[in-house]
């Protein structure tokens, strides 16, 4: 800016300097030049009337500083000059003054000298004798005048450049200094040069466009964020070497780490072989997943390499918690297993008596004993179709007509058909408790409180106790069956509502049942809403209880 | 030229605790070997033994490189004659977690849960060296002087391992080879643990410059 504006005024200063110099002293030249021709002519005319007057002794008394003074014969020939011996110099006829002169009476030329440096003015008179005078005075030329002023000139030069860069940079601050004050956040807001205003205004829109995309940008980078903070699935982003990026709090938990180990070597967060595997094959380009065992459990992580055009550019590592689909395996493991077992073992009897029998190996006196046997195998997986048919029926859902059903006194029915079961060990059964009414399936109900009762007689001790309790609250209706029996071991309590779930692994024939009592019980319950509470201590019986919201 | 050296130490540190993680695998499957009688996992932590092997041989190598074309002076110098130092212990831990895999061999499928505390000795010995690597990854002193710490309690199950042992050939004489390779794998754990206290001790030093409560460089 200021080197711009200093040579603007730079070449405006020299150019008006050159001007000047030009016209005044061409100007002058003229003017002073004219002036002297006069003078010269009018000096001519004197001496020509001196030399008439006197002839040649006239010369003696004058005296000439600037003047030349030569006196010509008709033909030329040199007869004095003032500054030279007149005998010397060669013949004057051919000179254009001299030559005019004898034509017209006066002549008058004008000659520079071979430098450049001096111009001569001649000014010729014929006298009245055929002689010519001349005289010429000699002045510096336009070239040696300049050459003379170089010395002002370059002085002038030197003074204009200081003044220039002074004004330049003066002029440049002042010019600049309302363009340093704009306030680019508020482009519209500034007072400078009205030239400035297209691109203030250009500038006010790309700062909104820009605000306007940095808002969407953060909008987008927080709802990111919050997705990846909030979600409980562990999730890290690795550079190409193996370096965090990127670790959400989830995966830092279940790494065992915190937010600052982003920046170092994923082997410093977790160095085991099976990651190392996992961040070996994604960095050659593959897909790869283990089961791992993190803090909090059993865990698939997959690592994934993240390529952009074809270039590996980082890995992503992704970790959920497979410990409940793994819990979930186990189960339907186990319920195959289960089911099998179950359906099995009855058959297994049935054949074997049969195969007896068939063999003709049964004495005709244990015939009855075997048949007998052969029966009651039949009922009992006869029970245990009817009560997975029952289940499934629950598990199907569909409507079952509803009517209103009085608990306790259905307690009592099941307490009369248990009364002789309960009697073989001696235990007492009551139940207690008002009459409570609820909108629900008969034949449900009766099957819960049935298999209840049931089981409680089964795993009690001799001459323990069963209570049913009926009770109406503001909340609803609660069905407790109480027994002082063997318990329930903690371990096991959040299973024995699983279909074929057995505290006793080993299926005992003495308490008999097939495993699907509690299961019917948890299906008939959520039939009707009815949350299920269960209490146990071992060797000191369990409480189970039913709430049945008021409809 | 200095950032050449820093990655040339962030490289070694790498690698060593890759050692440390293969040490760790092998002590592990060596106990899990021990506690199951798997036969084909003892086999497994021979095959690891060459691996740790060849890790030291190339961490060796590389320590060398350092001294000669870096010449360390000061935290870096301590830096890396504690790795120097370091792998030899890593390198041990993997012969003898190899040793316990061959003596696994010689039991023939039978598992060591015959005598009550060798389990527990084996989890604590794993912890130990997890604890020393965990301290030297994270240059955690305090991690490091609990390993050192740590290391009497292998001590004192070593003690009840050999008592048990003890009772075990009192009451049945002909199981006395038995009873002998578990107390070689006892005692080889033992040595583990040790091993680990060394690395510990080294992560001290290359933190603090002070090994072994001694007066410092």
């Given at each position: 800016?200021?080197?711009?504006?200093?040579?603007?005024?730079?070449?405006?200063?020299?150019?008006?300097?050159?001007?000047c110099?030009?016209?005044?002293?061409?100007?002058l030249?003229?003017?002073?030049?004219?002036?002297?021709?006069?003078?010269?002519?009018?000096?001519?005319?004197?001496?020509?009337?001196?030399?008439?007057?006197e002839?040649?002794?006239?010369?003696?008394?004058?005296?000439?500083?600037?003047y030349?003074?030569?006196?010509?014969?008709?033909?030329?020939?040199?007869?004095?000059d003032s500054?030279?011996?007149?005998k010397?110099?060669?013949?004057?006829?051919q000179r254009?003054?001299?030559?005019?002169?004898?034509?017209?009476?006066?002549?008058?030329?004008e000659?520079?000298?071979?430098?450049?440096s001096?111009?001569?003015?001649?000014?010729?008179?014929?006298?009245?004798?055929?002689?010519?005078?001349?005289?010429?005075?000699?002045?510096?030329?336009?070239?040696?005048?300049?050459l003379?002023?170089?010395?002002?000139?370059?002085?002038?030069?030197?003074?204009?450049?200081?003044?220039?860069?002074?004004?330049?940079?003066r002029?440049?601050?002042?010019?600049?200094?309302?363009?340093?004050?704009l306030?680019?956040?508020?482009?519209?807001?500034n007072?400078?040069?009205?030239?400035?205003?297209?691109?203030l205004l250009?500038?006010?829109?790309?700062?909104?466009?820009?605000?306007?995309?940095m808002?969407?940008?953060r909008?987008k980078?927080?709802e990111?964020?919050?997705v990846?903070?909030?979600?409980?699935?562990?999730?890290?982003?690795?550079?190409?070497?193996?370096?965090?990026?990127?670790?959400?709090?989830?995966?830092?938990?279940?790494?065992?780490t915190?937010?600052?180990?982003?920046?170092r070597?994923?082997?410093?967060?977790?160095?085991?072989?099976?990651?190392?595997?996992?961040?070996?094959m994604?960095?050659?380009?593959?897909h790869?997943?283990?089961?791992?065992?993190?803090?909090?459990?059993?865990?698939?992580?997959?690592?994934?390499?993240?390529m952009?055009?074809?270039?590996?550019?980082?890995?992503?590592?992704?970790?959920?918690?497979?410990?409940?689909?793994?819990?979930?395996?186990?189960q339907?493991?186990?319920?195959s297993a289960?089911?099998?077992h179950?359906?099995?073992?009855?058959?297994?009897?049935?054949?074997?008596?049969?195969?007896?029998?068939?063999?003709?190996?049964?004495?005709?006196?244990?015939?009855?004993?075997?048949?007998?046997?052969?029966?009651?195998?039949?009922?009992?997986?006869?029970?245990?179709i009817?009560?997975?048919?029952?289940?499934?029926?629950?598990?199907?859902?569909?409507?079952?007509?509803?009517?209103?059903?009085?608990?306790?006194?259905?307690?009592?029915?099941?307490?009369?058909?248990?009364?002789?079961?309960?009697?073989a060990k001696?235990?007492?059964?009551?139940?207690?408790?008002?009459?409570?009414?609820?909108?629900?399936?008969?034949?449900?109900?009766?099957?819960?409180i049935?298999?209840?009762?049931?089981?409680?007689?089964k795993?009690?001790?001799?001459?323990?106790?069963?209570?049913?309790?009926?009770?109406?609250?503001?909340?609803?209706?609660?069905?407790?069956?109480?027994?002082?029996?063997?318990?329930?071991?903690?371990?096991?309590q959040?299973?024995?509502?699983?279909?074929?779930?057995?505290v006793?692994?080993?299926?005992?024939?003495?308490t008999?049942?097939?495993?699907?009592?509690l299961?019917?019980?948890?299906?008939?319950?959520?039939?009707?809403?009815?949350?299920?509470?269960?209490?146990?201590?071992?060797?000191?019986?369990?409480?189970?209880?039913?709430?049945?919201?008021?409809? | 030229?200095?950032?050449?050296?820093?990655?040339?130490?962030?490289?070694?540190?790498?690698?060593?605790?890759?050692?440390?993680?293969?040490?760790?695998?092998?002590?592990?499957?060596?106990a899990?070997?021990?506690?199951?009688?798997?036969?084909e996992?003892?086999?497994?932590?021979?095959?690891?033994?060459?691996?740790?092997?060849?890790?030291?041989?190339?961490?060796?190598?590389?320590?060398?490189?350092?001294?000669l074309q870096?010449?360390?002076?000061?935290?870096?110098?301590?830096?890396i004659?504690?790795?120097?130092?370091?792998?030899?212990?890593?390198?041990?831990?993997?012969?003898?977690?190899?040793d316990?895999?061959e003596?696994?061999?010689?039991?023939?499928?039978?598992?060591?849960?015959?005598?009550?505390?060798?389990?527990?000795?084996?989890?604590?010995?794993?912890?130990?060296?997890?604890?020393s690597?965990?301290?030297?990854?994270k240059?955690?002193?305090?991690l490091?002087?609990?390993v050192?710490?740590y290391?009497?309690v292998?001590?004192?199950?070593?003690?009840?391992?050999k008592?048990?042992?003890?009772s075990?050939?009192?009451e049945?004489?002909?199981?006395?080879?038995?009873?002998?390779?578990?107390?070689?794998?006892?005692?080889?754990?033992?040595?583990?643990?040790?091993?680990?206290?060394n690395?510990?001790?080294?992560?001290?030093?290359?933190?603090?410059?002070v090994?072994?409560g001694?007066?410092?460089?």
């Amino acid at each position: 800016m200021t080197k711009k504006v200093f040579r603007s005024i730079f070449i405006v200063a020299s150019a008006m300097l050159l001007i000047c110099l030009v016209v005044i002293v061409g100007v002058l030249y003229g003017y002073f030049t004219s002036i002297q021709k006069k003078q010269l002519e009018t000096q001519t005319v004197l001496v020509a009337q001196g030399i008439e007057k006197e002839g040649l002794p006239y010369f003696d008394g004058l005296e000439f500083d600037n003047y030349r003074l030569t006196w010509v014969a008709a033909d030329g020939t040199v007869l004095y000059d003032s500054e030279a011996d007149a005998k010397t110099m060669e013949n004057h006829a051919q000179r254009e003054e001299i030559q005019e002169a004898l034509k017209t009476g006066t002549g008058e030329s004008e000659r520079t000298s071979s430098t450049f440096s001096e111009n001569t003015l001649y000014r010729a008179q014929r006298l009245s004798d055929g002689t010519v005078i001349r005289m010429s005075v000699t002045h510096y030329t336009v070239v040696k005048l300049i050459l003379g002023m170089l010395q002002p000139i370059c002085i002038l030069l030197v003074a204009a450049i200081i003044l220039s860069a002074v004004l330049a940079s003066r002029l440049s601050k002042r010019i600049v200094e309302p363009l340093n004050a704009l306030d680019l956040d508020r482009p519209l807001e500034n007072d400078a040069y009205a030239e400035l205003s297209p691109l203030l205004l250009r500038i006010e829109h790309q700062q909104q466009h820009i605000n306007n995309q940095m808002d969407k940008l953060r909008q987008k980078q927080d709802e990111f964020s919050a997705v990846i903070g909030n979600m409980s699935e562990g999730l890290i982003l690795l550079n190409e070497q193996g370096v965090i990026l990127s670790i959400n709090p989830a995966a830092a938990k279940l790494f065992g780490t915190s937010m600052d180990c982003i920046g170092r070597d994923m082997l410093m967060v977790d160095r085991c072989l099976a990651m190392q595997e996992l961040i070996r094959m994604a960095q050659s380009g593959k897909h790869s997943e283990k089961i791992m065992k993190l803090r909090g459990g059993e865990h698939q992580v997959n690592a994934s390499p993240v390529m952009s055009d074809g270039k590996l550019t980082g890995i992503c590592i992704f970790a959920f918690d497979i410990t409940e689909k793994e819990r979930a395996e186990k189960q339907r493991r186990e319920f195959s297993a289960n089911v099998s077992h179950e359906l099995k073992t009855p058959l297994q009897s049935i054949m074997g008596s049969s195969e007896l029998i068939e063999n003709g190996l049964v004495k005709a006196e244990d015939m009855p004993r075997f048949i007998g046997h052969i029966r009651f195998e039949a009922s009992r997986l006869m029970t245990l179709i009817d009560d997975i048919i029952r289940l499934s029926q629950l598990d199907e859902g569909g409507d079952m007509p509803r009517e209103s059903v009085d608990l306790k006194v259905l307690a009592e029915e099941v307490a009369n058909e248990l009364a002789e079961e309960a009697m073989a060990k001696n235990i007492k059964l009551a139940v207690c408790g008002d009459g409570a009414m609820i909108n629900g399936v008969r034949r449900l109900l009766y099957e819960i409180i049935y298999n209840l009762c049931n089981n409680a007689i089964k795993y009690n001790v001799e001459n323990g106790r069963v209570d049913v309790i009926v009770s109406s609250t503001a909340d609803g209706v609660t069905l407790t069956v109480a027994d002082t029996g063997i318990g329930i071991p903690p371990e096991h309590q959040s299973r024995v509502f699983e279909r074929f779930y057995r505290v006793d692994k080993s299926h005992s024939k003495e308490t008999g049942g097939t495993g699907l009592g509690l299961s019917i019980v948890k299906h008939a319950a959520q039939y009707h809403g009815a949350k299920i509470e269960l209490k146990s201590n071992i060797g000191e019986g369990t409480n189970i209880c039913l709430r049945f919201p008021q409809k | 030229m200095r950032s050449r050296f820093d990655e040339q130490l962030a490289i070694l540190n790498k690698e060593l605790i890759l050692m440390g993680a293969s040490c760790e695998e092998a002590i592990a499957l060596a106990a899990k070997a021990l506690l199951t009688g798997d036969g084909e996992l003892a086999s497994k932590v021979v095959l690891m033994d060459d691996d740790i092997d060849e890790k030291e041989h190339n961490i060796e190598s590389m320590c060398l490189k350092l001294f000669l074309q870096q010449q360390p002076v000061a935290c870096d110098l301590r830096q890396i004659s504690a790795a120097l130092k370091m792998i030899t212990d890593m390198e041990r831990i993997g012969d003898q977690a190899a040793d316990i895999a061959e003596i696994i061999g010689y039991l023939g499928g039978r598992t060591g849960g015959d005598c009550n505390h060798i389990g527990e000795m084996a989890s604590a010995t794993i912890k130990m060296v997890t604890e020393s690597v965990d301290a030297f990854v994270k240059r955690d002193v305090e991690l490091a002087k609990a390993v050192i710490d740590y290391d009497d309690v292998v001590d004192d199950l070593f003690d009840k391992v050999k008592y048990s042992l003890i009772s075990i050939i009192g009451e049945k004489p002909n199981e006395g080879e038995y009873a002998i390779d578990l107390l070689m794998i006892a005692k080889y754990f033992e040595r583990i643990g040790d091993h680990a206290t060394n690395i510990a001790e080294w992560v001290v030093f290359s933190v603090t410059g002070v090994h072994k409560g001694e007066k410092g460089l």
